[in-house]
């Protein structure tokens, strides 16, 4: 069954630093998303991204975040400078409509020092 | 008042009862409806999708949206031990052609043997 894979699990970075967090989805799916959740709390949108472009973002997504599909598999987030309350586990998830189910990724873990 | 709202438990049942599980929300424009199971630091998994109110089966799992009430719910029946997660509402709008999910706080569940 296709599923959607993120690398790394889990990243450490120091506060500052820039990190990339990488996906790649579900082969046949357009709409692409990242999500974050704090520890403890709820799911948070962050983007969306159909027809290599933002279709959507939250005031979460300052422009510290951005994102990319730099090739036709994998989709990145990329955190410019990191801050201290970043810390969370970021999931991606992809669908082949804008309706359709989300399937979401196993997520990474990013913990800011 | 929060756009979703869920009871985080935890919920604690004996192995075999019946387990239900709610989420109200605020905006009458939602019309797609999620249920996800988290394992902890896991994904979401998706485990029912309901396009406007009525009711879906789907082996032990139950989804019923009651739009006028603005509720749903997610009924398990002989409940499992390995049923034992956080269980995340989740909707979206009709008009939002990006899909953006918007999630509960989820309710953490234990089934004890």
């Known amino acids: 069954e296709p599923e959607v894979t993120q690398t790394p699990s889990h990243q450490v970075t120091q506060m500052g630093q820039e990190v990339i967090l990488r996906c790649v989805p579900i082969s046949n799916h357009l709409y692409f998303y990242w999500y974050r959740q704090i520890l403890g709390q709820k799911v948070e949108f962050l983007v969306s991204f159909y027809n290599n472009e933002i279709s959507e973002k939250s005031e979460i997504f300052d422009d510290q975040f951005s994102v990319e599909r730099p090739d036709g598999s994998n989709f990145t987030l990329k955190i410019r400078s990191t801050k201290l309350e970043d810390s969370a586990m970021y999931f991606c998830a992809s669908t082949s409509t804008g309706t359709d189910t989300q399937y979401f990724g196993p997520g990474t873990r990013l913990t800011v020092l | 008042q929060k756009e979703v709202e869920q009871d985080p438990g935890p919920l604690s049942v004996p192995e075999g009862a019946i387990v239900s599980l709610n989420c109200t929300y605020s905006?009458?424009?939602?019309?797609?409806f999620m249920w996800y199971r988290q394992y902890s630091r896991k994904g979401p998994e998706l485990l029912m999708y309901t396009y406007s109110s009525g009711n879906k089966e789907d082996g032990r799992f139950t989804a019923q949206v009651d739009k006028s009430s603005k509720y749903i719910s997610l009924f398990i029946r002989d409940s499992q031990p390995s049923d034992s997660a956080t269980y995340l509402c989740a909707m979206s709008l009709l008009s939002s052609n990006t899909g953006k999910l918007i999630f509960g706080q989820g309710t953490t569940l234990q089934v004890k043997p």
């Open positions: 905006n009458s424009a939602f019309q797609y």
